[in-house]
């Protein structure tokens, strides 16, 4: 057991700006950025705002970081009650006892389950205890891009902080349960994940689970592995009555690096043809990625300077199953390649996620992708100099509409734009070079996204086209220049969906 030590390590101020770069924003997976920014506009655009609460519901795990402004924020939170059924079914975690078929699910969900069930386990876990709280530290993989773990915590903090929602489930006061953890092997890592409440089956009390996925650049594994490591340390953070400060503590989890296995990257050379308004564009399955927990696949629009692809996050369309007779669940899916500071995260590359994979599967050599639709988003810019003259015609996605205005204040580039009932277009503008800018800075990235709001909660650089509305006005993150290259893409709502239908076999030995 490594030796810890409890209370403040610093000054407050210093302690606060610590916090302050572990909760950072863009310190959040790209992915969870790409995601949280597309299901806000959805929902800004479909309905009102309702008030917030803990999502449950299978979709949990494509609402990561839709509401997150912070590491520990980006934890949704969901609750297992624990049947009387179970009771005598348990799974033990090192100082915890969990029904066994809640705590499978959730294994089976980011491919652990799979790992453990032949064996893999590099790293052990841990279980300690600060003061009343005592926490266990489990089911640690490091892959070649990504470390996960599981913190579960039980507390007596932890029994004022629960509720209960008004449909009857069991819940838990963020407010009051703000524990989380950090690898200090890889700072700075992304991390983000779903909070989850259950019981012990044993006593009843509660445990808050945290389950937490850090992506990882290779290089960083490279470098950790070249120190041949034998432990990864981390940092648990609890709340402490009266103080904006949480105590930390230091956990390690001893790891045998003998026993850590390699991610297969298997290439392929496999396309997809698709027609899109009696234009030919091609899908290429570029690679699949095989780790011991999960199976990415990389696609690849041969248009990718002049469109976007996505997926349709309401109906994915897509099943992956190999020929052993195995199926993986569909989980989500990453651009890769953007362009920096590109406002809605897209580019024309995206990796595929699966939950578990063949790896250790001897007879699974051949993966069957089946895609039923894609979206896909125009990119064009346009050149705008302070000075020109104006009205000023605007070409997009086969359209036109017409700048009439445009004036600098306040850190905005302000445009007005007028569209008329035939060419209404709903557009994100942006200026990427200096949006990149913003996402590296704590205060212009508060200034952006708390100050280019509408009273809706809408970000205002996005045009949404609206029944009887001609003109709008538009405000950009910019510097103050004489002249601006500005990107359009069509905005989330206005995605094109387009029928692929079509199944692939990937050779995967």
Not at 119 to 128: A, I, N, S
Not at 154 to 168: A, M, N, R, Y
Not at 347 to 354: A, D, H, N
Not at 471 to 482: H, L, M, T
């Amino acid at each position: 057991m490594s030796k810890f030590k409890n209370g403040i390590q610093g000054e407050p101020q210093q302690q606060l700006e610590e916090m302050g770069g572990v909760l950072s924003l863009h310190a959040a997976p790209q992915s969870l950025h790409d995601f949280a920014k597309n299901i806000a506009r959805h929902a800004a655009a479909a309905e009102p705002a309702a008030p917030s609460r803990p999502v449950r519901s299978r979709t949990k795990r494509r609402l990561i970081g839709a509401v997150c402004g912070t590491a520990a924020a980006a934890m949704l939170l969901f609750s297992a009650q624990v049947s009387p059924a179970f009771a005598n079914l348990m799974q033990y975690i090192p100082g915890f006892s969990v029904a066994s078929d809640w705590l499978t699910t959730l294994r089976t969900g980011d491919g652990v389950q799979n790992a453990g069930n032949h064996d893999y386990r590099p790293f052990q876990p841990v279980v300690m205890k600060f003061g009343d709280t005592k926490v266990s530290l489990s089911d640690v993989y490091l892959t070649s891009d990504r470390l996960i773990y599981k913190v579960f915590v039980q507390s007596d903090k932890l029994s004022g902080s629960v509720t209960t929602w008004p449909d009857g489930t069991p819940g838990i006061d963020y407010s009051n349960a703000g524990y989380h953890v950090t690898s200090k092997d890889f700072p700075g890592a992304g991390a983000g994940g779903v909070m989850k409440l259950t019981h012990d089956v044993q006593t009843g009390e509660p445990i808050l689970v945290l389950p937490t996925e850090q992506q990882l650049s290779p290089q960083q594994v490279a470098d950790f592995l070249a120190g041949n490591p034998s432990k990864l340390s981390f940092t648990f953070y609890e709340p402490q009555a009266g103080s904006a400060i949480p105590l930390k503590h230091n956990i390690d989890v001893n790891f045998d690096k003998s026993q850590w296995k390699q991610d297969r990257i298997i290439p392929q050379q496999v396309s997809m043809p698709v027609t899109v308004h009696s234009d030919r564009e091609v899908i290429d399955v570029q690679e699949v990625k095989i780790t011991p927990l999960s199976t990415y696949i990389t696609l690849h629009l041969n248009n990718a300077d002049q469109k976007l692809l996505d997926i349709d996050w309401s109906n994915p369309s897509i099943e992956l199953t190999d020929n052993a007779g195995s199926t993986y669940e569909f989980k989500g899916y990453t651009s890769l390649n953007a362009v920096p500071g590109r406002s809605n995260g897209g580019s024309g590359t995206i990796r595929l996620e699966f939950a578990s994979s063949p790896y250790f599967n001897q007879q699974a050599d051949r993966l069957n992708l089946k895609i039923g639709h894609v979206q896909l988003s125009e990119v064009s810019s346009f050149s705008l100099a302070m000075d020109e003259a104006l009205p000023k015609v605007i070409p997009f996605s086969g359209k036109q509409m017409l700048l009439t205005e445009s004036r600098y204040e306040d850190g905005f580039l302000k445009l007005k734009l007028t569209q008329d009932a035939q060419n209404r277009m709903s557009i994100d503008f942006n200026i990427t070079d200096y949006m990149a800018k913003v996402l590296q800075s704590r205060e212009l990235y508060d200034k952006f996204y708390a100050g280019n709001r509408d009273q809706a909660g809408l970000a205002r650089n996005v045009l949404q086209a609206q029944e009887g509305h001609g003109e709008y006005e538009i405000w950009i993150a910019a510097p103050e220049q004489k002249r601006y290259e500005v990107e359009m893409i069509n905005a989330v709502t206005q995605r094109e969906q387009v029928q692929v239908d079509q199944q692939v076999e990937l050779s995967v030995r």
